[in-house]
């Protein structure tokens, strides 16, 4: 049985055309004063040296429902994300994450979660730096708790003027409709990563075929056991790397029950809510088993986990996409 922490929970969205794979775009320093972000999109742009590379998206309208489990819990139902807004190209990487750890000399927890086959154990040895297996800098950072991602990105907004932030906003974690809307592209059919049906090891990097026990796989284009170097597979239709697979993603959705929503940009008071969402597989996941942009797991706030990493957006509000 699963640690008690965990769950899962299918949200039946819904998505897309298939549009081709964006062309790499040159990276500008910092987002253009002179536009908006509808004005930028497919754009890309890096605020300060370490800060992660972003890229601009359009809103627009999508379908979402629910599924706890494989119980129906919300009819699909139309949403809509109102304004464009700017999300980072890649996971958050060691490399990037480590500038902050020094910047800020940032001691962090001891311990973190690793798999043993079908349960989650805590091993107090882990860390970000020493997560079970090699990563190099250019790998997603894992074992970082919900507030440990929300201190950097404290940190990171810390180096944006005050122009920036009220133009553009500021960094944050993505609300769980945000990470459906860009996972799916904006869509509003039926969703297959690459259009091409259930996701693979060739299109992304998640574990065996089979689970309990679970775990990694190497095969096809998947050279990795364990996290594989950001960008190793190709980007969705947004240019956005490993919106599938290699590492969950972390939003701010409570994951307590169902698929309810807390909107909140900064950490949720325990009292409210006890579990996060994480959205996306990763390399410990079966690739077949779900469309994984309709499965949610959940874990608690200062739970770290070798399988967990996370992406910052940036806009200027929230939108719930309601």
Same mark, same amino acid.
């Given at each position: ?7 899962? *929970?299918?949200?039946?969205? *819904?998505?897309?055309? @298939? ?14 004063? /002179? ?12 605020d ?11 809103? /627009? ?11 129906l *819990?919300?009819? %699909? ?7 464009g807004?700017?999300?980072? @190209? ?20 001891p ?19 020493? %997560?079970?297996f090699?990563?190099?800098? #250019?790998? %997603? ?15 990171? #907004? ?72 950001? /960008?190793?597979?190709?980007? #969705?239709?947004f ?69 967990? /990493? ?9 939108d719930?996409?309601?």
């Open positions: 049985m699963l640690n008690r922490n965990i769950f899962v *929970v299918v949200a039946v969205l *819904v998505s897309v055309i @298939v549009f081709p794979a964006s062309p790499l775009a040159q990276v500008s320093t910092g987002p253009d004063f /002179g536009k908006t972000y509808d004005q930028m999109v497919g754009t890309r742009f890096r300060c040296i370490g800060c992660p590379e972003m890229t601009v998206v359009p809103g /627009g309208a999508y379908i979402e429902g629910a599924r706890q489990y494989m119980e *819990v919300g009819k %699909p139902h139309p949403a809509n994300i109102d304004a807004f700017a999300v980072a @190209v890649y996971d958050v990487t060691r490399k990037e994450y480590a500038q902050f750890v020094r910047e800020t000399h940032r001691t962090g927890g311990g973190c979660q690793f798999l043993d086959g079908a349960y989650w154990r805590e091993d107090r040895r882990l860390s970000w730096e020493h %997560p079970g090699t990563q190099g800098d #250019n790998y %997603p950072v894992v074992c970082v708790s919900y507030h440990d991602a929300t201190d950097y990105i404290d940190w990171l #907004n810390s180096k944006l003027p005050s122009e920036s932030k009220s133009r553009f906003g500021i960094y944050r974690l993505p609300t769980g409709h945000e990470w459906e809307f860009v996972a799916r592209r904006g869509a509003t059919r039926t969703y297959d990563y690459f259009g091409a049906g259930a996701i693979r090891l060739d299109t992304a990097n998640f574990g065996a075929e089979e689970c309990f026990p679970c775990g990694g796989a190497v095969r096809g284009h998947d050279r990795w056991l364990y996290t594989s170097p950001v /960008g190793s597979f190709a980007p #969705n239709a240019g956005l790397y490993d919106i599938a697979g290699n590492v969950w993603q972390m939003t701010t959705e409570c994951a307590d029950d169902g698929y309810g929503e807390v909107l909140h940009l900064q950490p949720l008071p325990t009292g409210e809510c006890q579990l996060h969402g994480v959205r996306g597989g990763s390399f410990n996941d079966v690739p077949g088993l779900w469309n994984w942009m309709e499965i949610r797991g959940a874990f608690g706030w200062e739970t770290r986990n070798n399988a967990n /990493g996370f992406r910052v957006f940036r806009s200027l509000i929230a719930g996409g309601r």
